[in-house]
T-cell receptor
Framework: GQNIDQPTEMTATEGAIVQINCTYQ??????LFWYQQHAGEAPTFLSY????GLEEKGRFSSFLSRSKGYSYLLLKELQMKDSASYLC??????????????FGRGTQLTVWP | NAGVTQTPKFRVLKTGQSMTLLCAQD?????MYWYRQDPGMGLRLIHY???????AKGEVPDGYNVSRLKKQNFLLGLESAAPSQTSVYFC????????????FGNGTRLTVT
C-alpha cells in the first residue's frame, strides 16, 4: 500500500524561502508529483520527480531521495499568491500505465505580507 | 482551450435522490479519473477509465457508478445519495497515464442533506 506524510500547515513571510517536506511509503516507487491547489480551485501540476536530485523550475524546485523515501518542494521569493495547499502524490501502480495517483492530505501554506 | 470541464459546479441533494456529474475534456486524453476531496483528507480515487468504453474501480467506489461512452466524456452517477457523499468531486484526465500529469476540472461541490 501507500502512505504519505506532509505537514498540515506552514506559514512564511513574503520574499522568504519555504521548504515543504513529504515522506512516503509505497510498494514500488514510480515517481512523485507535486500539485498546487488554491482555495476553491482545482489542483494544478507543479513537478514530477523520478530520479534522485533537485529539479528547478523558476521559483519552485523539487527534490527527491528514493533511498530515504523523501521529497521536498522549495519555494523561493515567496509571493502572496503562493498561499495555497501543496499536495504530494505517488502513483499507486508500479510498472503499469494506469496513472492512478495516491495523494497526501496536503500542506496549507499561508504567506504573510 | 477549455481543458477539463465539469458540470454542475454546485448541487444540493436530499438523501435518496440520484444525480449525474458530467466531465468533458477536449485534449483527446485516453485516461480519465474521478476523485473526491474531503476536509483533512487527500484526494481519493473513486473510479477511472483507460479509454472509451472502459471503466474500473478506484479506492472508494461504493455508491457510485461511471460510464465512458465517448472518449471525451466521463460521467459519475450517484443512484441513491447519502450524507456521506457530501464532498467536492474532481474529474481529471491524462494523456499517457504512467508518469503523465493529471489535468483537473474545477470541481463539483455536492451537499447531501
Amino acid at each position: 500500500g501507500q502512505n504519505i506524510d506532509q505537514p498540515t500547515e506552514m506559514t512564511a513571510t513574503e520574499g522568504a524561502i519555504v521548504q515543504i517536506n513529504c515522506t512516503y511509503q509505497t510498494s514500488g516507487f514510480n515517481g512523485l508529483f507535486w500539485y498546487q491547489q488554491h482555495a476553491g480551485e482545482a489542483p494544478t501540476f507543479l513537478s514530477y520527480n523520478v530520479l534522485d536530485g533537485l529539479e528547478e523550475k523558476g521559483r519552485f524546485s523539487s527534490f527527491l531521495s528514493r533511498s530515504k523515501g523523501y521529497s521536498y518542494l522549495l519555494l523561493k521569493e515567496l509571493q502572496m499568491k503562493d498561499s495555497a495547499s501543496y499536495l504530494c502524490a505517488v502513483p499507486i501502480d508500479r510498472g503499469s500505465t494506469l496513472g492512478r495517483l495516491y495523494f497526501g492530505r496536503g500542506t496549507q501554506l499561508t504567506v504573510w505580507p | 482551450n477549455a481543458g477539463v470541464t465539469q458540470t454542475p459546479k454546485f448541487r444540493v441533494l436530499k438523501t435518496g435522490q440520484s444525480m449525474t456529474l458530467l466531465c468533458a475534456q477536449d485534449m483527446n486524453h485516453e485516461y480519465m479519473y474521478w476523485y473526491r476531496q474531503d476536509p483533512g483528507m487527500g484526494l481519493r480515487l473513486i473510479h477511472y477509465s483507460v479509454g472509451e468504453g472502459t471503466t474500473a474501480k478506484g479506492e472508494v467506489p461504493d455508491g457510485y457508478n461511471v460510464s465512458r461512452l465517448k472518449k471525451q466524456n466521463f460521467l459519475l452517477g450517484l443512484e441513491s445519495a447519502a450524507p456521506s457523499q457530501t464532498s467536492v468531486y474532481f474529474c481529471a484526465s491524462s494523456d499517457r497515464g504512467y508518469n503523465s500529469p493529471l489535468h483537473f476540472g474545477n470541481g463539483t461541490r455536492l451537499t447531501v442533506t
